[in-house]
């Protein structure tokens, strides 16, 4: 019997849920930016940041995924634990408080950052070029739509980050069936 390819979904947030909260950029616990603001987004394992704070941005109805400012997942802690369980070896989760809400959430890092995007699948990719006036930039991606992945470059990384362009947030798909299984609120995925 041959075995079935397996298949990955960039997970964002459903920015069209009517009533929807909208979270900020996270701070520390006394309201201060932080000085490394990506730091939640690069791919790549963290140093524990301290009790964190996320602020309301838009007041809304609170969603179990959501990207606050800066496109950092926060995760309802329910969420949490279903990819604690099933990804432990990529992902870290940091508890943090998020404004006017007595429930747990935690601020997500996929720890793996994988070149694994495919050029040729892709439906388009925009790359940074000397006339765009940012040399440190030239060569990297600018913008990538309809984004497609080389799965055979991905290894048994279940939640990952895509090198060169890791605003994605790419899960294999028995985290997506999971998180469909428990009713999780503020998913939306799409198959990479």
């Known amino acids: 019997m041959a075995l079935m ?46 009790r964190l704070k996320v602020p309301m941005y838009l007041p809304g109805t609170a969603l179990d995924f959501s990207l606050a400012a800066r496109s950092t997942p926060v995760v309802h802690a329910k969420v949490a634990s279903v990819i604690a369980d099933l990804a432990p070896d990529d992902v870290q989760l940091f508890p943090v408080e998020v404004a006017g809400q007595p429930e747990q959430f935690c601020i997500l890092v996929a720890t793996r950052l994988i070149r694994c995007i495919d050029d040729k699948a892709t439906k388009e990719i925009l790359m940074w070029t000397p006339e765009d006036g940012r040399p440190e930039k030239v060569g990297e991606y600018r913008d990538v739509w309809g984004m497609r992945i080389d799965a055979s470059q991905v290894g048994d990384a279940k939640v990952f980050r895509t090198r060169g362009w890791p605003i994605a947030l790419i899960v294999r798909e028995e985290i997506r069936n999971a998180l469909e299984r428990i009713g999780a609120t503020g998913t939306k995925f799409e198959e990479v």
């Open 5 to 50: 390819p397996k298949r990955y979904f960039d997970l964002s947030d459903d920015m069209a849920i009517p009533g929807r909260w909208l979270l900020g950029a996270p701070t520390d616990f006394e309201g201060r930016a932080l000085n490394e603001p990506w730091v939640f987004t690069d791919g790549t394992p963290i140093d524990a940041p301290g």
